[in-house]
């Protein structure tokens, strides 16, 4: 699996300033919010970003803090950050998600609310966010969009291609209801979000929260926000097609329905319909012949869609097994129903058909002794015979695959 589906990572946060405090799992909460700014290189605004965090906590009486997770900076940032009044941890696995995750296990609050430290967000005026993981969201995101996007704020790609498409893609893939699936502006309930199993290192680490806590069902709320231009004179770190690529990439991995099931089935039905209608003769559509040469095309359509719905359905179990997807309904169901003798049984029945087919076309050309046969008629025959061998082979091979790796088992040791 690639590296953004990898196991939780080990714990990357290093230990702050000398007598600052620190949260593990298990221990209660000595504050109620932590503000969390990554940070690499922000010296221009890290300062700015970490006084305006302060006088929030100071206007509204919250009892946190502001903490700043360092993940490198060479540019005298961290005691910048320390200077304004912020802890600081040291971050030593590079990247945006590392940054991040290594924030939250620092964190001594209940809630986590994370942005950049580059004064994109306003830090002064968090009460919309405070307030909604006080009703019990567990995850708090802001809408840039219905905020405001100011002038210089956000590229035109991204505006009007980037974000669009990557938040319609997980909109339409995890059946959720975010509008900005890339804000970097967000709440959290520390306590749920380490037991999500976040791992992305990189920036894709934002579509990772929002779409493991879709599939956890957690309750997620929206709150429209202000983008302004960062502070900084120096080049953004993110890589817009890199990044891009990353963030889609994730979404299209956390989804074997949308990147293989779907896409399967589709194969298999137009693949199978393109062979049953040429089986007897050629068809021609508007003055378009379509023989013996489409229904090789549709064979291999099949039998692709039928590995890509095997796949899909491994790469479900897997990730189910490894704690990455929620087990499904319909998966639930399967696995009830499915053994490895059934499935054997399937494999070998198509398998058997389609050797059936060409035993028939071995006694065609033996009746014809074994002479030259007319093509066009005996390929009608052939093509759907190895279709039906290879899938029934693939289904076989499959079964057991799925059965090494059965979710129903209880351990290597059970009887």
């Known amino acids: 699996m690639e590296s953004a589906l990898r196991s939780a990572l080990a714990p990357i946060a290093g230990p702050g300033p000398t007598g600052s405090p620190s949260v593990e799992r298990g221990e209660s909460w000595s504050l109620e919010l932590t503000i969390l700014m990554p940070c690499l290189n922000e010296a221009e605004t890290v300062a700015v970003c970490v006084s305006k965090a302060r006088r929030f906590l100071e206007r509204t009486g919250i009892d946190g803090e502001v903490l700043v997770a360092d993940n490198g900076s060479s540019d005298g940032s961290p005691e910048l950050a320390r200077d304004a009044g ?43 966010f405070v307030n909604s ?28 291609l980037g974000n669009p498409v990557l938040s319609f893609a997980g909109r339409l893939f995890f059946s959720s209801r975010i509008g900005d699936f890339h804000c970097g502006l967000r709440g959290v309930d520390r ?36 983008l302004s231009p960062a502070g900084r ?28 099931l779907y896409p399967g089935v589709a194969l298999i039905v137009i693949g199978s319909a393109a062979e049953l209608a040429i089986l007897r003769a050629p068809i021609v559509i508007h003055g378009v012949g379509f023989d013996i040469h489409t229904m090789l095309y549709a064979a291999g359509a099949t039998v692709l869609g039928v590995q890509l719905v095997l796949f899909s359905l491994l790469a479900r179990t897997v990730g189910v097994l490894k704690n990455l997807l929620p087990m499904s309904g319909p998966l639930a169901r399967f696995l009830r129903v499915f053994t490895l003798e059934r499935g054997i ?23 014809a002794r074994l002479g030259a046969l007319e093509p066009t008629t005996m390929m009608r025959v052939a093509i759907p015979s190895v279709t039906l061998m290879l899938a029934g082979a693939e289904i076989v091979f499959a079964s057991f695959l799925l059965g090494l790796i059965d979710l129903r088992a209880s351990g290597p040791g059970d009887s």
């Open 86 to 128: 912020a802890r600081v941890v040291h971050i030593a696995q590079k990247g945006y998600g590392s940054a991040l995750l290594g924030g939250i296990r620092a964190a001594c609050g209940k809630f986590v609310i994370m942005a950049d430290a580059d004064d994109s967000y306003d830090f002064s005026q968090l009460d919309s």
């Open 133 to 160: 993981l006080r009703a019990r969201n567990s995850l708090v995101i802001g809408h840039r969009y219905r905020g405001g996007i100011r002038p210089g704020a956000m590229p035109a790609l991204h505006r009007y």
């Open 191 to 226: 306590a749920a979000v380490l037991k999500l199993g976040l791992s992305a290192p990189g920036m894709e680490f934002a579509s990772e929260m929002i779409v493991k806590a879709t599939l956890a069902g957690w309750r997620i709320a929206e709150v429209p926000t202000t």
């Open 233 to 260: 004179s120096r080049p953004p770190h993110l890589r817009s097609w890199r990044d891009g690529w990353r963030h889609l990439r994730f979404l299209l991995m956390m989804t074997p329905r949308w990147l293989m």
């Open 345 to 367: 049984l399937l494999g070998l029945s198509l398998g058997l058909t389609g050797l059936g087919l060409a035993a028939y076309s071995v006694g065609s050309w033996a009746n």
